[in-house]
C-alpha cells in the first residue's frame, strides 16, 4: 500500500504539490492524469524518494520511502537516463548492476517483445525506440511499484500498443502500476483507476468500470468534466 | 477491438465472447484463455479480464474448475438461449432505430424484404 500523506512541495514561493493524501492498493494500475504543471512528475520524484517533500509524508506499506523503499518502487522519468555510447545490452547490464530485483532474461523478453535488438547503439535509435528501451529497463525490476511517467509521450501508435501490452502483462494482483499521460484515452482499457491532479492539488481518485456503468462516462469525460469545473471555480474565485 | 469508453469495458468482451461462443469459433466444453492472456488478447486491465469470467460464470455460460480454469459451457441448450437473448437485444434496438425514424411495421417488413441479402439467407 502506497500512501501519500498531506504532501507537499514548495520551491521558493511557488507550491508545486499541494496537500496530496490519497492510498493507492496493489493489484491496481493507475492513470495518473492532470494539464502540464499539474504536479505529476514532483509527487512520483518525491514517491521514486529523488525529491524529499517540504511538509506530509510518503509512506510504502507503513514505512516512509527512503532508501530502502528504493529497491522495491521502479520509476521511469521523462527524461532519457541512459549514456549514448551504450547499447540496449550495455542497458541490461547496468540496470543488472544497480538493482537486485532486475533480471536479464525479463529484460531480454521484453526487448524482444519490443522488437528491439541487444547490439542497437543508443543514439542511433529514434525517440519511440528509445521510449520502449525506458520501459523495458524499468519493467524488467520486479518490483512492488512501477510508475512510469508519461510513457507514451511521443512515440508512434505501434509502439504505444507494445508499451501498453508490456504493462498488461506485468499487471499483477501484488503490484501497483501508476502511469502518467496526456494520452488520456490510451489508457482508458488498461488502467482500472484513474487519478486526477490539478494545480498541484489531487482532485479525485475513480473506478473507471464504475463510472463507465454508473454514469456512462469515459476517463475522458470525466477528465473534461473535472477541469472544466475546477477551472470555472477559479475564475469566480471559488477555489482559494 | 474498439472499445466504447462510455460504457463498462467487461461487458463489451462478454459479449464479444459470448459472439465466438455462438458462432463455435469457442466450442462447448473448451477450455477459454487465462485472464491474463484474455486481458492481453483485448489490451485490458487483468482486473477487467477477472471480471469478464466472473460475469460469464454468473449467466452460467462458463464454469471454472479449480485449478484448472475457465471452459465454455457444455450446455448447448445455454448457449442456444444465449443466441436468443442477443438476437433480441439487436432487434429491440433495431426496433427502436426505426420507430425513432417514424418507420411503420409493415415498411419495416417490406424494408427487409428487399434489402440486399448482406449476410441473412
Known amino acids: 500500500m502506497l500512501q501519500s500523506i498531506s504532501v507537499c512541495k514548495k520551491y521558493l514561493n511557488k507550491i508545486v504539490v499541494d496537500n496530496v493524501s490519497m492510498t493507492l492498493e496493489p493489484g491496481h494500475v493507475y492513470a495518473m492524469l492532470g494539464p502540464n504543471g499539474s504536479g505529476k512528475t514532483t509527487w512520483m520524484k518525491m514517491v521514486a524518494g529523488l525529491v524529499k517533500p517540504s511538509f506530509g509524508e510518503i509512506q510504502f506499506d507503513d514505512k516512509p520511502v527512503d532508501l530502502q523503499s528504493k529497491k522495491e518502487i521502479a520509476y521511469m522519468p521523462t527524461e532519457p537516463f541512459f549514456y549514448d555510447w551504450m547499447t540496449v545490452e550495455d542497458v541490461g547490464k547496468y540496470y543488472n548492476d544497480f538493482f537486485e530485483d532486475f533480471s536479464l532474461d525479463r529484460y531480454a523478453q521484453l526487448i524482444s517483445a519490443m522488437n528491439l535488438e541487444m547490439d542497437l547503439k543508443l543514439k542511433t535509435l529514434s525517440s519511440g525506440m528509445m521510449a520502449k528501451l525506458k520501459i523495458a529497463a524499468t519493467m524488467g525490476r520486479d518490483a512492488k511499484v512501477y510508475m512510469l511517467d508519461e510513457p507514451l509521450n511521443g512515440i508512434d501508435l505501434l509502439s504505444r500498443d507494445k508499451v501498453i501490452k508490456a504493462i498488461v502483462t506485468y499487471a499483477s494482483d501484488d503490484k501497483i502500476l501508476i502511469i502518467s499521460s496526456h494520452l488520456v484515452e490510451e489508457l482508458e482499457a488498461v488502467a482500472d483507476t484513474a487519478i486526477f491532479f490539478c494545480d498541484g492539488k489531487f482532485i479525485g481518485m475513480y473506478e473507471l468500470e464504475a463510472m463507465r456503468f454508473e454514469e456512462g462516462m469515459s476517463v475522458a469525460d470525466k477528465y473534461r468534466e473535472l477541469y472544466a469545473k475546477t477551472y470555472k471555480e477559479a475564475e469566480d474565485g471559488v477555489v482559494d | ?121
Open chain 2, 1 to 121: 477491438m474498439n472499445f466504447d469508453a462510455h460504457a463498462p469495458i467487461y461487458l463489451q468482451v462478454v459479449d464479444a465472447l459470448k459472439l465466438e461462443i455462438i458462432n463455435g469459433r469457442l466450442a462447448a466444453g473448451e477450455k477459454l484463455p487465462s485472464g491474463r492472456d484474455l486481458a492481453l488478447h483485448y489490451t485490458i486491465n487483468p482486473n477487467t479480464a477477472a471480471r469478464v469470467y466472473q460475469e460469464l460464470e454468473r449467466q452460467e455460460i462458463c464454469f471454472t474448475r479449480r485449478g484448472m480454469g475457465t471452459f465454455v459451457t457444455e450446455d448447448k441448450e445455454r448457449i442456444a438461449l444465449c443466441k436468443s437473448q442477443m438476437a433480441e437485444e439487436a432487434l429491440s434496438k433495431f426496433l427502436i432505430s426505426l420507430k425513432d425514424l417514424g418507420i411503420t411495421k409493415e415498411e419495416a417488413i417490406d424494408m427487409i424484404n428487399e434489402a440486399n441479402d448482406i449476410c441473412l439467407v
